[in-house]
C-alpha cells in the first residue's frame, strides 16, 4: 500500500493519523489540513493544539496544507470532512488522484443540500473521470480516546470486499480493531441519524431527565433508525452491531459527544446559534436532521424521534414539549 493521505485536520482526522502511525505493517501519512496557520502550528508543535490538544503526532506524519504534496503518491485517501464541505474538498483533490486509488469516507453525516452519503457524494465527484474503490469507515470510535490508544472496534464497509480485508488488514493497530461489512448504505445510515439521536439524548440530560427516559430514548432510537434504513434497502443486521447500536450507544451516553453537548445546552434553554458559535467543531447531526425527515417523506416512513429534534433545531418547538408530542403519541404495538 503506498501514502495514506488524511483530508482533514479535525479531531478525527488528526487521531487517525495518529491511530494509523501505529499500525503492524510500517505506514507514509500525509495530513491535509484545509487551514494554514493550523497546518504550520501542527507541524510546528506536533499536536493539533485547536481540535486535539495533548496528543502528540509522530515525526513520520507530513503535515500539509498543499493537497498536491499530501496526495502525492497516495494509495488511499481518507476523507474525514464535515459532509457540509466534503463535495468542496473532493473536487479540490481531484486532480490529483491517481488511477486505482481507494478513498476511505470516515465523515458520519449526510449532505444537507443533496442529502447524499459520502460514498454517493465521492461517486458523483471522481466518476467517470476516475473509478475508484470506494469504502466508509464508521463505528463508536470518540477521537480523543482512539488518540490516547483505548481499545476502539469500528467497520470499515464496501461493496468490494477485497478493498475492505486490505484496509482492514493495513490499518489493523494495537487497540484499533476493523470488523469488515458489505451493506455500505447501512453503515453510513447508521453514522448518521445516531448523531441526531444523541442531540435527543443530550436534551433528556438538559431538561434535567434521568435514566429512564435515556434508556427508552436509545432503544426506540434504534428502531426509527432501522426502520427507514430498510426501507432504503439497507439490512437490518447492520444496526444490531458496531455502526448501529455500538455508535449509537456510544454517542448517546458519552460526554466526548459533540451532538449531545447540542442537545443539553438545548435543553438549558440556550438558543442554537448562541450554541453552535462557542463550538470549535461539526456536530453532524444539526444539519442531518433535515435531510433524514426529507429522505423519509420519499419512504412514507415515521420518524418521530427525529421530527421533534428537527422542530427544536428549527425553534419551533421547546425540548419539553418535545419530549410530550413523543409521549403523547397513539399506544401502540412495540
Same mark, same amino acid.
Given at each position: ?13 488528526? &487521531? @487517525? /493519523?495518529?491511530? *494509523? ?9 500525509? $495530513?491535509?489540513?484545509? !487551514?494554514?496557520? %493550523? ?122 470486499? &477485497? @478493498? /475492505?480485508?486490505? *484496509? ?9 480493531? $476493523?470488523?469488515?461489512? !458489505?451493506?455500505? %448504505? ?124 428537527? /422542530? ?23
Amino acid at each position: 500500500m503506498k501514502r495514506i493521505a488524511i483530508l482533514g485536520g479535525g479531531s478525527w482526522g488528526t &487521531a @487517525l /493519523a495518529i491511530v *494509523l502511525s501505529r499500525t503492524h505493517k510500517p505506514q507514509q501519512i500525509s $495530513l491535509w489540513v484545509r !487551514d494554514a496557520s %493550523l497546518a504550520e502550528s501542527i507541524r510546528r508543535d506536533r499536536q493539533n493544539k485547536l481540535y486535539l490538544p495533548d496528543h502528540k503526532l509522530p515525526e513520520s506524519v507530513q503535515v500539509t496544507h498543499d493537497v498536491a504534496a499530501c496526495l502525492e503518491n497516495a494509495g488511499v485517501v481518507i476523507g474525514a470532512i464535515p459532509s457540509a464541505h466534503a463535495r468542496d474538498v473532493y473536487r479540490r483533490v481531484l486532480p490529483h488522484l491517481v488511477r486505482g486509488v481507494a478513498i476511505l469516507s470516515a465523515t458520519k453525516g449526510i449532505e444537507p443540500a443533496t442529502h447524499a452519503r459520502m460514498s454517493e457524494v465521492i461517486v458523483e465527484v471522481v466518476s467517470p473521470e476516475f473509478a475508484p474503490r470506494i469504502a466508509v469507515l464508521s463505528g463508536p470510535s470518540f477521537a480523543r480516546e482512539a488518540a490516547a490508544s483505548q481499545p476502539t472496534a469500528v467497520v470499515v464497509a464496501s461493496s468490494d470486499l &477485497a @478493498l /475492505a480485508n486490505q *484496509l482492514q488488514e493495513e490499518f489493523a493497530a494495537p487497540n484499533f480493531r $476493523l470488523y469488515t461489512n !458489505d451493506d455500505v %448504505l447501512g453503515v453510513e445510515l447508521a453514522g448518521a441519524m445516531k448523531n441526531v439521536m444523541a442531540i435527543a439524548a443530550g436534551v433528556c440530560q438538559g431538561i434535567g431527565l434521568g435514566s429512564n427516559p435515556l434508556a427508552a430514548l436509545i432503544t426506540r432510537g434504534l428502531a426509527e433508525m432501522t426502520r427507514l434504513a430498510v426501507a432504503l434497502g439497507a439490512r437490518q443486521e447492520t444496526f444490531s452491531g458496531l455502526a448501529g447500536l455500538g455508535d449509537l450507544v456510544l454517542t448517546c451516553t458519552g460526554s466526548l459527544s459533540r451532538n449531545r453537548h447540542v442537545g443539553v445546552e438545548l435543553g438549558k434553554g440556550r438558543s442554537l446559534a448562541e450554541i453552535l458559535e462557542g463550538m470549535k467543531m461539526v456536530a453532524e447531526g444539526v444539519g442531518t436532521a433535515g435531510a433524514l425527515l426529507a429522505l423519509a417523506r420519499e419512504s412514507a416512513i415515521e420518524l418521530p424521534i427525529t421530527e421533534q429534534v428537527a /422542530a427544536i433545531l428549527d425553534g419551533g418547538r421547546s425540548p419539553r414539549e418535545a419530549i410530550r408530542s413523543i409521549m403523547e403519541r397513539p399506544l401502540k404495538r412495540e
